[in-house]
């Protein structure tokens, strides 16, 4: 692509947001209130159920229906409450609403990352630096290896197992995403306060009080809450490995983005991401990162408008020619997935696409 | 013992955390929250052909206000939430807890608030605040103009009240007779008080203030005035006046910069239309907090307390008092206060 069609482009874009965000009203404060409620019931309704599980003990299959159904309840609102209520507003999505509360300033979520420091390690830095190897830390993660351009070390043979106990235990992935491996500690150690305070509160949330009220019980609501949280943390690591790793998708070099303007920026944007595809449940329970594309390209429109800018972006990518990967999310997590597992061997180094 | 039960109940607040019980029993009834402050419509009552009287019902975290005291309302505008001041004009000894405020349908938010809201609706409250209140002085003097008679009304309504009638006396400017709020009220504690005297200046026929409307001896009475700045700036010179007014920051016609104020830092500097903000911050030496620098990530945001600024992608200005604005990609467009 030439200089001139990618400032065009460019302008394309801009022309998109200027006008959904001239646009934004009260239909979408109705939406996210709207969401903020029915999460908060749900959650509330999840742990209820679980509660009203235990003077089923004993029944057998009926209890551990109930009590499963309260533990799925519960995750499914942590989800939407993590990906598209929490990620969403702390991007500063719906800032402009001036609500005191929905406000990426105030919002706290409900993962044992601190909302301070996801917003440091996810907004600026991997928004900023995206797929830009060696510099957006979410190029594995500074564990895995993820394409070729990232030199083999014998640990990657492990890749697949520790891969697959990242996906378990993924809020805790991604409280510590900030620290640096290979940093002195002394650097780190006001970030993992913050995360041993955060940490400390959920996990007392969860594990400690709920479980208590439950009394005699209070193994099985410790098992439906660690049941909930798992649900949590593997529907969200697999909606967001397929946001940057499928098969087809573009890295780049810190000498490729030299000079980058905004209008190449938004292309790297394009190229470096991949969308799902799916109905609106889906869209829904992924918080709308199965349009990881425009959420990269405007991560400060509000969620519920990605929908319907996707078709725009995606017929001015074929209008000019810029890759646009998209697909089931059997094919973008299967590629993913093999591509973590094809990794964990030597493999000779590419430099990176572009 | 009370750090033990505030502590207990830090404890059992972790139930809800990241949030705070509060935000479920929100869901339940917006009154019941302690963490935020809404107020329900309960009634609306046309006063004049631009006026209204809402009638609120309080959630549980509001405060008894003193007689005089005005209330910040915010309401979401095409989603947007604004917020504005209003006197409170009833009065705190009230028995139902209820509270009114009197809207006059002027600019986008008093219109809003004086023509679409409705009862069942839930509007966000702040706590009572200002020191424009009651006064036990047993001569007190009143000058008012239009909704200027708010803060007034709480006061003359506690009195009627409290069956106590301190000897006032109250000057009011209204264009015509029509046009006073509260007009039917008022003349009823007329009748019903001696002590209290009331004279309507209609401004269409005589004018607005001069001195000769006062009572001769102004100068021993305890002095209230409440009205636009115009009225304000006539009273005599010298005199101790309690006063009480709204300022709003005008929109600039065209693309300029003005002087920015740093609060935090204490500092004021120059800027241009087309410097961002955050530029000129650091120039001055703040070291503002700031990621993408390009409008994206809202590392940089900050509170802008009053003025104007222009964001430089939009060309959008932006003037509503209180609004977080992004530094980075923001420009002075006027005078402008920032939280910074």
Redesign the interface.
């Known amino acids: 692509m030439n200089e001139r069609a990618i400032e065009e482009l460019g302008k394309e874009l ?1 022309a998109i947001e ?1 006008e959904v ?1 001239a646009s ?7 939406y996210i209130t709207r969401l903020i ?1 029915i999460q ?2 749900l959650a ?1 309704t999840g742990r209820a159920v679980i509660f009203a599980s235990l003077p089923l003990v004993s029944s057998g299959a009926p209890f551990f229906c109930v009590l499963a159904s309260g533990a799925v309840m519960l995750g499914i609102a942590k989800i939407l409450e993590n990906m598209e209520i929490g990620h969403n507003v702390l ?2 999505q719906w ?7 929905i ?3 105030v919002w ?3 993962n044992v990352c601190p909302s301070d420091q996801w ?2 390690s996810h ?2 830095v991997h ?2 630096w995206t797929n830009v190897i060696g510099k957006d830390r979410d190029v594995g993660y500074d564990v895995l290896r993820v394409t070729d351009a990232q030199p083999w070390k014998p640990a990657y043979l492990f890749q697949p197992i520790y891969n697959f106990v990242l996906m378990l235990f993924f809020e805790w992935g991604v409280a510590f995403h900030d620290i640096e491996v290979d940093r002195p500690l002394s650097k780190s150690k006001h970030l993992l306060r913050g995360i041993a305070k ?1 940490a400390t ?2 996990a ?2 969860d594990y400690v ?2 479980p208590a ?1 439950a009394g005699p019980f209070f193994f099985w609501v410790l098992a439906a809450n660690v049941i909930a949280n798992l649900i949590r943390n593997v529907w969200a690591y697999t909606i967001i490995f397929c946001g940057h790793f499928p098969e087809g998708v573009h890295l780049f070099t810190e000498k490729d983005v030299e000079g980058e303007t ?1 209008a190449r ?1 938004r292309v790297r944007q394009i190229m470096g991401s991949c969308n799902i595809e799916g109905g609106r449940l889906f869209h829904l329970m992924s918080g709308n990162l199965s349009h990881q594309i425009e959420h990269h390209l405007f ?2 429109l509000p969620s519920n408008r990605y929908p319907e800018i996707a078709p725009r972006v995606r017929a001015l990518c074929a209008r000019y020619g810029v890759p646009y990967n998209t697909g089931s999310l059997l094919r973008q997590f299967g590629t993913t997935t093999l591509k973590i597992w094809r990794l964990s061997f030597p493999s000779p180094r590419r430099p990176a696409i572009v | 013992m009370a750090t033990l039960w505030s502590r207990l109940n830090d404890v059992a607040g972790l139930v809800a955390t990241p949030l705070v019980p509060s935000h479920y029993l929100a869901i339940l009834n917006p009154l019941w929250a302690t963490h935020t402050l809404e107020g329900r419509v309960e009634q609306t009552r046309d006063e004049t052909n631009d006026t209204r009287t809402l009638t609120l019902r309080p959630g549980r975290n509001w405060r008894r206000h003193l007689p005089g005291q005005h209330v910040r309302v915010g309401v979401a505008i095409d989603g947007r939430r604004v917020v504005r001041t209003y006197s409170i004009s009833s009065s705190p000894d009230r028995d139902d807890g209820k509270i009114t405020i009197t809207v006059k349908a002027k600019g986008p938010a008093s219109t809003f608030l004086a023509r679409n809201v409705s009862p069942g609706q839930y509007v966000s409250l702040s706590r009572p605040e200002g020191d424009f209140v009651l006064s036990e002085a047993p001569r007190q003097l009143f000058v008012t103009a239009g909704s200027g008679i708010t803060p007034v009304m709480s006061m003359l309504r506690t009195f009627e009240l409290r069956g106590s009638m301190p000897d006032v006396a109250h000057v009011h400017y209204a264009p015509t007779d029509r046009d006073v709020i509260f007009g039917d009220e008022l003349r009823r504690i007329t009748d019903r008080y001696p002590a209290y005297k009331l004279s309507v200046i209609q401004t269409r026929e005589r004018g607005h203030f001069n001195p000769g409307h006062l009572p001769a001896d102004w100068e021993a009475r305890r002095f209230f005035a409440c009205g636009p700045e115009a009225l304000l700036e006539q009273l005599p010179p010298g005199a101790t006046i309690e006063r009480y007014h709204a300022k709003r920051a005008a929109i600039p016609r065209d693309a300029r910069g003005g002087k920015v104020h740093l609060r935090m830092s204490g500092l004021e500097v120059g800027a241009d239309a087309q410097t961002p903000l955050l530029v000129v911050a650091e120039r001055a030496g703040v070291a503002a907090a700031h990621g993408c620098r390009m409008g994206i990530c809202h590392t940089c945001d900050v509170t802008m307390q009053s003025g104007c600024v222009r964001d430089l992608r939009t060309g959008e200005l932006v003037t509503e008092p209180g609004t977080r604005i992004q530094p980075c990609v923001c420009a002075a467009a006027g005078d402008v206060a920032l939280d910074l």
């Open positions: 801009d200027a965000k934004l009203g009260e239909r979408d404060r109705r409620r908060r019931g509330l991007h500063g800032d402009w609403m001036n609500d005191p509360e406000n990426s300033r706290e979520w409900d917003k440091h907004n600026v928004h900023t955060k509160r959920q007392v949330k009080l709920w009220l905004r920026f991560p400060d």
